[in-house]
């Protein structure tokens, strides 16, 4: 099977890799990929929102499949742009349609699709400029800490949350006013705070049946004790020791098997991942958001526990019967840490060499924000490079990938030295 995969972070060098572990893969191409992706596939120079330029790539190079990484070219519609293209409609692409997509493009949509269908998540309203006035009071007639979400896509930074009230009036009328997000934030959704512990569930679906991937917990904040600002993502670690056989049976009956019954219901078409970032309150399971992807840096820590073929799985998604295909997990642990570049999450510098990638022998490093310069990689982005590692239980495997960490290094390289310390000391 020759394969597309559309993307250039962490999350499709992790894809990549494992896609071309498969027996059923004649070709791979990483559209339009980063210094790592070359190892396992071709690297092609199209943008994954180029829809023109990927129709006339798969067409040429007879691409049986698309695999969809990031989220803008899912809820730009890539999906329905194949559907309805005489020449495309035939090459199935993994992931949503747009309407399904909007799980992630809206949170209005996403709260609405939610409470439909019963599933736990916190209460919330939704306010444009039209009914700031409204969407202030709202506010007041909170409790702190106050939550403000841009309704759009705004690069994982249009998530507030705030503890006085004069500063969240201020910030709901910066998002709302003066589009402090751009279009993402023409509309705000205000919901209450759930005070818990976070991680992050996994599915691939067909649209009618499911299989459920390793879940994972990852580090948001750029400072070691979650402090300082959000980020893309930390590190990761994977199985999270709180999400015991109980607390998963919860998340199945109450988030899963709800979300795809009414994906079905509703006549939205899904095919692809579900990303549930779920809120562990006293023990019960709620929605904080859905993403219609893998996430990153997850991706880097719950696809090397995969054991099963991907492209097999794929395959099941696209011709319906995904119920009949066996998924199986590697029984070891692992744990993901972000490298990023000095200033991250703010101003940072990039065209920074990598020294030592080549003496990490037992760990897997996924490249996240690199370029190649003939034999030499360096940094183009804020998060470089996430550094993976198994090991018979999390202790174990993140020890191991702070010893590889150790290995790599490149000017101004900054990374979190606290990551599992949370979860292992509740244990």
């Given at each position: 099977?020759?394969?597309?995969l559309?993307?250039?972070?962490?999350?499709?060098?992790?894809?990549?890799?494992?896609?071309?572990?498969?027996s059923?893969?004649?070709?791979?191409y990483?559209?339009?990929?980063n210094?790592?992706?070359?190892?396992?596939?071709?690297?092609?120079?199209?943008?994954?929102?180029?829809f023109?330029a990927?129709?006339?790539?798969?067409?040429?190079?007879n691409?049986?499949?698309?695999?969809?990484?990031?989220?803008e070219?899912?809820?730009l519609?890539?999906?329905?742009f194949?559907?309805?293209?005489?020449?495309?409609?035939?090459?199935?692409?993994?992931?949503p349609?747009?309407?399904?997509?909007?799980?992630?493009g809206?949170?209005d949509?996403?709260?609405?699709?939610?409470?439909?269908?019963?599933?736990?998540?916190?209460?919330?309203a939704?306010?444009?400029?039209?009914n700031?006035?409204?969407?202030?009071?709202?506010?007041?007639?909170?409790?702190?800490?106050?939550?403000?979400?841009?309704?759009?896509?705004?690069?994982?930074?249009?998530?507030?949350?705030?503890?006085?009230?004069?500063?969240?009036?201020?910030?709901?009328?910066?998002?709302?006013?003066?589009?402090?997000?751009?279009?993402?934030?023409?509309?705000?959704?205000?919901?209450?705070?759930?005070d818990?512990?976070?991680?992050?569930?996994?599915i691939?679906?067909?649209?009618?049946s499911?299989?459920?991937?390793?879940?994972?917990?990852?580090?948001?904040?750029?400072?070691e004790?979650?402090?300082?600002?959000?980020?893309?993502?930390?590190?990761a670690?994977?199985?999270?020791?709180?999400?015991?056989?109980?607390?998963?049976?919860?998340?199945?009956?109450?988030?899963?098997v709800?979300?795809?019954?009414?994906?079905?219901s509703?006549?939205?078409?899904?095919?692809?991942?579900?990303?549930?970032?779920?809120?562990?309150v006293?023990?019960?399971?709620y929605?904080?958001?859905?993403?219609?992807?893998?996430?990153?840096?997850?991706?880097?820590?719950?696809?090397?526990?995969?054991?099963?073929?991907?492209?097999?799985?794929?395959?099941?998604i696209?011709?319906?019967t995904l119920?009949?295909?066996?998924?199986?997990?590697?029984?070891?642990s692992?744990?993901t840490?972000?490298?990023?570049?000095?200033?991250y999450?703010?101003?940072?510098?990039?065209?920074?060499?990598?020294?030592?990638?080549?003496?990490v022998?037992?760990?897997?490093?996924?490249?996240?924000?690199?370029i190649?310069?003939g034999?030499s990689?360096?940094?183009?982005?804020?998060?470089?490079?996430a550094?993976?590692?198994?090991?018979?239980?999390?202790?174990?495997?993140?020890?191991?990938?702070?010893?590889?960490v150790?290995?790599?290094?490149?000017?101004?390289?900054?990374?979190?030295?606290?990551l599992?310390?949370d979860?292992?000391?509740?244990?």
């Open positions: 099977m020759k394969v597309l559309l993307g250039s972070g962490g999350r499709e060098h992790a894809l990549a890799w494992k896609i071309a572990q498969s059923i893969l004649d070709e791979l990483i559209a339009p990929g210094a790592g992706t070359r190892q396992f596939g071709k690297n092609i120079p199209i943008s994954p929102i180029d023109d990927v129709k006339l790539f798969v067409l040429e190079n691409i049986e499949m698309v695999v969809v990484g990031p989220e070219p899912l809820v519609g890539i999906y329905d194949f559907i309805a293209d005489p020449d495309l409609y035939k090459i199935p692409v993994i992931g349609s747009k309407y399904g997509a909007q799980l992630e809206s949170k949509f996403a709260k609405a699709f939610m409470n439909r269908h019963s599933i736990p998540t916190a209460k919330y939704t306010f444009t400029i039209d700031l006035e409204e969407g202030l009071t709202f506010l007041k007639n909170m409790k702190s800490p106050y939550v403000l979400k841009a309704d759009g896509l705004a690069a994982g930074k249009g998530v507030l949350i705030i503890h006085d009230l004069d500063e969240a009036q201020a910030e709901l009328k910066s998002m709302l006013q003066h589009e402090k997000f751009g279009e993402a934030s023409k509309k705000v959704v205000i919901e209450q705070f759930l818990g512990i976070e991680l992050s569930v996994f691939v679906t067909d649209g009618h499911f299989k459920l991937l390793p879940e994972a917990k990852d580090y948001k904040r750029i400072g004790g979650d402090t300082g600002p959000n980020t893309g993502g930390m590190g670690i994977s199985p999270v020791p709180f999400a015991d056989a109980a607390f998963m049976d919860k998340v199945h009956n109450r988030i899963i709800p979300t795809v019954k009414g994906l079905k509703e006549g939205i078409v899904y095919k692809g991942f579900v990303f549930f970032g779920l809120i562990c006293k023990g019960d399971p929605v904080i958001e859905y993403n219609c992807r893998m996430g990153d840096p997850e991706t880097e820590v719950v696809i090397p526990r995969l054991k099963s073929d991907i492209l097999d799985l794929f395959e099941g696209a011709s319906n119920s009949e295909r066996d998924i199986q997990f590697i029984d070891k692992a744990a840490v972000m490298m990023v570049a000095g200033g999450p703010d101003v940072y510098e990039k065209g920074k060499q990598i020294y030592g990638l080549n003496s022998v037992d760990s897997l490093v996924f490249h996240a924000g690199t190649a310069d034999p990689v360096l940094t183009s982005g804020g998060r470089v490079l550094v993976t590692s198994y090991g018979k239980n999390i202790e174990v495997a993140i020890e191991k990938a702070y010893e590889a150790s290995k790599i290094s490149f000017e101004g390289a900054y990374y979190r030295k606290d599992g310390q979860v292992l000391s509740q244990k």
